[in-house]
């Protein structure tokens, strides 16, 4: 059955490389037929015919028969050109790293195991009597290091058939195409996924590979390969070759790092620790992890998630959230992902990387993938795994296509539903996650514009309505908003307390409307992102908008809280004590006004930089410590204050004084907006005000 799906899959390549294909039609079928020939190429390369000695040094009595194995004479055979130029790409400039041979012989180890697995479902007279499983051992003496799989191994058609044919179904085009580019990663990019190089990886490390192959089909013979990767390998018949395949690296001075039990046991565990088979080096299982993301959901315990969180992001806490995520259209979607319970940023830390690792087939791919999710989400942990990923020919980088931006489309939507979930089944849990991690979901509003309506359902805010430190959503304000009210209303503050006392909160407090108080100095450009949220606008209280909505509510509010015996200044009085203020503050003020809105302060100011506005610019003009200048701003008195009207009638008397008292009155009023960096400025004159008032 195998051996007809190889043939098969030749077929579809041969018949696609014909001069009348397209290349969409060439590279579909040599990705089919590059993943049957990856466990195979494992088997066809190296040089120099190796002894019944050589043999006998590499083939440990575990893994071999007990008779010696006989060595026939060896054909030697010379590399086509273009396949010379590929050994040499992969040898010397397609992998960044070259710890990933570790990674790509063991990939293609699990698929002849794999293989032989599927075999042996149709075939009974298919396999070995030996456990599927992948062996490893270092010897420092002799300076090699050996893979053995007891997987399917090849025929000696299969070897004929494949052998130097690498470059087939057209790659001697994108061969020559990488050698006249003067970047070769950036031509290595076109043959994505074709071609099952990965075996060639091993030259990186060693200067000469030695491969002994048996068919696991019955009366199969062993054959040897050898090659230094220079051109030329040799082929001979081998007997008493175990079925599978087995891989001698004789490793260069260079790479002696690679004979290190522990340094090869942490490049396993970084690549290819979640392989669907055992993985020993020295006889010591080195995989010990269950890849939970292939299991179901209700197979994994609360323990299992604990403990694989713990392994996957390095952490000491326990995870607050899990979520296993499977799809498999429009993509093939594999997934476990965790929100920690503590935010390392908000602890002091630097800023961290993206926490979900991209894996393809149990394999990595790239850890810490920057790619895979939106930046606004590096907080979350976890692995993917998809069999749909746009890999390059070394499987490291990705190709920024439509598969990807759709991947992390879903991936990013998915999280989102999985929190709003979490928020909907335990809301005092959430609002602990929200304390902890808010600050990445304002990043998202701000960030994402795809999925911004629906992050906002994600934030929460204190309410005038609620306790102090009780969290609300923006839905839940709506939903409790009176039929007549057009807007939601809220408020930057420092804290609850400033802002149940600012003069801009209060009118509405009075007028018994709710405001969502927000702390977070993110929190203006947030609100300022959003604009309006479900239909509804968001207006900040101390904002002009505002104004003209407390202007509707002024006159009833006037009226019901006159007070007969204290009678506002006359239009003529105001009118002389603004023209006097304007020129009293100077500069600091554009204009002085009479405020049309409900007020129980004696003056505010409107039409000002923002707090955070004024953060920003202080930042962006390097200003270090220095107070920023205020810009000027407009000032709104109240002339029904006794502070007002006790000033228009001691300008009469000792202006001195009376400009002393405006300046304060308008430094009050900045304070109470927040824009005055450094009120130290006015101990001064309010000490000489305290003084004429005491004497």
């Given at each position: 059955m195998?051996?007809?799906?190889?043939h098969?899959?030749r077929?579809r390549?041969?018949?696609?490389s014909?001069?009348?294909?397209s290349?969409p039609r060439?590279y579909?079928?040599?990705r089919s037929y590059?993943?049957?020939l990856?466990?195979?190429?494992?088997?066809?390369?190296?040089?120099?015919?190796?002894?019944?000695?050589?043999?006998?040094?590499?083939?440990?009595?575990?893994t071999?028969?007990?008779?010696?194995?006989?060595?026939?004479?060896?054909?030697?055979h010379?590399?086509?050109?273009?396949?010379?130029?590929?050994?040499h790409?992969?040898?010397?400039?397609?992998?960044?790293?070259?710890?990933v041979f570790?990674?790509?012989?063991i990939s293609n180890a699990?698929?002849?195991?794999?293989k032989?697995?599927?075999?042996?479902?149709?075939?009974a007279?298919?396999g070995?009597?030996?456990p599927?499983e992948i062996?490893?051992t270092?010897?420092?003496?002799?300076k090699?290091?050996?893979?053995?799989?007891?997987?399917?191994?090849?025929t000696?058609?299969?070897?004929?058939?494949n052998?130097?044919t690498?470059?087939?179904s057209?790659?001697?085009?994108?061969?020559?195409?990488?050698?006249?580019?003067?970047?070769t990663?950036n031509?290595?990019?076109?043959?994505?996924?074709?071609?099952g190089?990965?075996?060639?990886?091993?030259?990186?490390?060693?200067?000469k590979i030695t491969?002994?192959t048996?068919?696991?089909?019955p009366g199969?013979?062993?054959y040897?390969?050898?090659?230094?990767?220079?051109?030329?390998?040799?082929?001979?018949?081998?007997?008493?070759?175990a079925?599978?395949?087995?891989i001698?690296i004789?490793?260069?001075?260079?790479?002696?790092?690679?004979?290190?039990?522990?340094?090869?046991?942490?490049?396993?565990?970084?690549?290819s620790?979640f392989?669907?088979?055992?993985?020993?080096?020295?006889g010591?299982k080195?995989?010990?992890?269950?890849?939970?993301?292939?299991?179901?959901?209700s197979?994994?315990t609360?323990?299992?998630?604990?403990?694989?969180?713990k392994?996957?992001s390095h952490s000491?806490?326990?995870p607050?959230?899990?979520?296993?995520?499977?799809a498999d259209?429009?993509l093939?979607?594999?997934?476990?992902?965790?929100?920690?319970?503590?935010?390392?940023?908000?602890?002091?830390?630097?800023?961290i990387?993206?926490?979900v690792?991209l894996?393809?087939r149990k394999?990595?791919i790239?850890?810490?993938?920057?790619?895979?999710?939106?930046?606004w989400?590096?907080?979350v942990?976890?692995?993917v795994?998809?069999?749909?990923?746009?890999?390059?020919l070394?499987?490291?980088?990705?190709?920024?296509?439509?598969?990807i931006?759709?991947?992390k489309?879903?991936l990013?939507?998915?999280?989102?539903?999985?929190?709003?979930e979490?928020?909907?089944?335990?809301?005092?849990?959430?609002?602990?996650?929200?304390?902890?991690?808010?600050?990445?979901?304002?990043?998202?509003?701000?960030?994402?514009?795809?999925n911004q309506?629906?992050i906002?359902?994600?934030?929460?805010?204190e309410?005038?309505?609620k306790?102090?430190g009780?969290?609300?959503?923006?839905?839940?304000y709506?939903?409790?908003?009176?039929?007549?009210?057009?807007?939601?209303?809220?408020?930057?503050?420092?804290?609850?307390?400033v802002?149940?006392e600012?003069?801009?909160?209060?009118?509405?407090e009075?007028?018994?409307?709710?405001v969502?108080?927000?702390?977070?100095?993110?929190?203006e450009f947030?609100?300022?992102?959003?604009s309006?949220y479900?239909?509804k606008?968001?207006?900040?209280?101390?904002?002009?908008?505002?104004g003209?909505v407390?202007k509707e509510?002024?006159?009833?509010a006037?009226?019901?809280?006159?007070?007969?015996?204290?009678?506002?200044?006359t239009?003529?009085?105001?009118?002389e004590l603004?023209?006097?203020m304007?020129?009293?503050?100077?500069?600091q003020?554009?204009?002085?006004?009479v405020s049309e809105?409900?007020?129980?302060?004696?003056?505010?100011?409107?039409?000002?930089?923002?707090?955070?506005?004024?953060?920003?610019m202080?930042m962006?003009s390097?200003?270090?410590g220095?107070?920023l200048p205020?810009?000027?701003?407009?000032?709104?008195?109240?002339p029904?204050?006794?502070v007002?009207?006790?000033l228009?009638?001691l300008k009469g008397?000792?202006e001195d004084?009376?400009?002393?008292v405006?300046?304060?009155?308008l430094?009050n009023?900045m304070?109470?907006?927040g824009?005055?960096?450094?009120p130290?400025?006015?101990?001064?004159r309010?000490?000489?005000?305290?003084?004429?008032?005491?004497n």
């Open positions: 195998r051996q007809i799906l190889l098969s899959a077929a390549i041969l018949g696609a014909s001069p009348t294909a290349l060439v579909a079928a040599a590059s993943v049957s990856l466990p195979l190429v494992s088997t066809i390369q190296r040089s120099t015919r190796p002894s019944a000695a050589v043999f006998s040094r590499h083939y440990s009595a575990d071999a028969p007990e008779t010696q194995p006989n060595v026939g004479p060896a054909e030697k010379e590399f086509k050109a273009e396949t010379k130029k590929l050994l790409i992969v040898a010397h400039s397609l992998y960044s790293q070259r710890e570790v990674r790509e012989l699990s698929d002849a195991l794999e032989l697995r599927q075999l042996q479902t149709t075939s007279e298919a070995s009597d030996k599927l062996n490893i270092l010897d420092s003496e002799q090699t290091i050996t893979f053995f799989d007891s997987g399917i191994g090849m000696a058609d299969e070897l004929k058939e052998l130097g690498i470059a087939r057209g790659s001697k085009a994108f061969i020559e195409k990488m050698q006249s580019n003067t970047e990663s031509a290595a990019n076109s043959i994505v996924g074709q071609f190089v990965g075996f060639y990886s091993a030259f990186m490390v060693g200067d491969v002994y048996r068919s696991a089909k199969s013979e062993g040897c390969w050898v090659s230094d990767g220079l051109g030329s390998y040799t082929l001979s018949k081998a007997d008493n070759v079925v599978g395949t087995k001698v004789d490793v260069k001075k260079d790479s002696k790092e690679f004979l290190d039990k522990e340094k090869l046991s942490e490049i396993i565990k970084k690549y620790n392989v669907g088979f055992p993985i020993t080096v020295d010591e080195v995989n010990t992890i269950e890849a939970l993301w292939t299991k179901g959901k197979e994994i609360e323990e299992d998630h604990n403990s694989f969180y392994f996957i000491w806490d326990d607050m959230y899990s979520l296993v995520y499977k259209a429009p093939s979607i594999r997934s476990i992902l965790y929100a920690p319970s503590r935010n390392p940023e908000a602890m002091g830390f630097e800023r990387k993206p926490g690792s894996y393809s394999v990595l790239m850890s810490n993938a920057e790619s895979l999710l939106p930046e989400l590096r907080f942990k976890g692995v795994d998809s069999e749909d990923l746009p890999l390059n070394s499987r490291e980088l990705l190709q920024n296509g439509p598969v931006m759709k991947l489309s879903i990013s939507s998915r999280i989102i539903k999985w929190l709003l979490e928020a909907r089944k335990e809301p005092e849990k959430y609002s602990k996650f929200y304390n902890e991690f808010g600050i990445f979901l304002r990043e998202g509003v701000c960030q994402d514009m795809a309506k629906d906002a359902k994600l934030l929460r805010f309410s005038s309505t306790d102090s009780k969290l609300v959503s923006l839905d839940e709506i939903k409790r908003m009176p039929k007549d009210q057009e807007h939601i209303y809220y408020f930057c503050t420092p804290s609850r307390k802002g149940a600012s003069p801009y909160y209060v009118p509405f009075k007028h018994g409307t709710e969502l108080f927000m702390h977070h100095q993110l929190d947030v609100m300022g992102r959003l309006e479900n239909g606008r968001l207006i900040s209280v101390d904002s002009a908008e505002a003209k407390l509510w002024n006159d009833a006037q009226t019901n809280t006159a007070d007969d015996a204290s009678p506002p200044l239009k003529e009085q105001t009118d603004t023209s006097w304007r020129e009293s503050m100077g500069t003020a554009k204009e002085v006004r809105r409900f007020m129980t302060y004696p003056a505010i100011v409107v039409d000002f930089d923002s707090p955070a506005v004024r953060r920003m202080k962006m390097g200003n270090n220095d107070s205020v810009s000027p701003c407009t000032v709104e008195i109240n029904r204050d006794p007002i009207k006790g228009f009638a008397k000792n004084l009376a400009r002393k405006a300046q304060q009155l430094d009023a304070i109470a907006a824009i005055m960096d450094d130290r400025s006015m101990v001064k309010l000490n000489e005000i305290l003084a004429a008032t005491v």
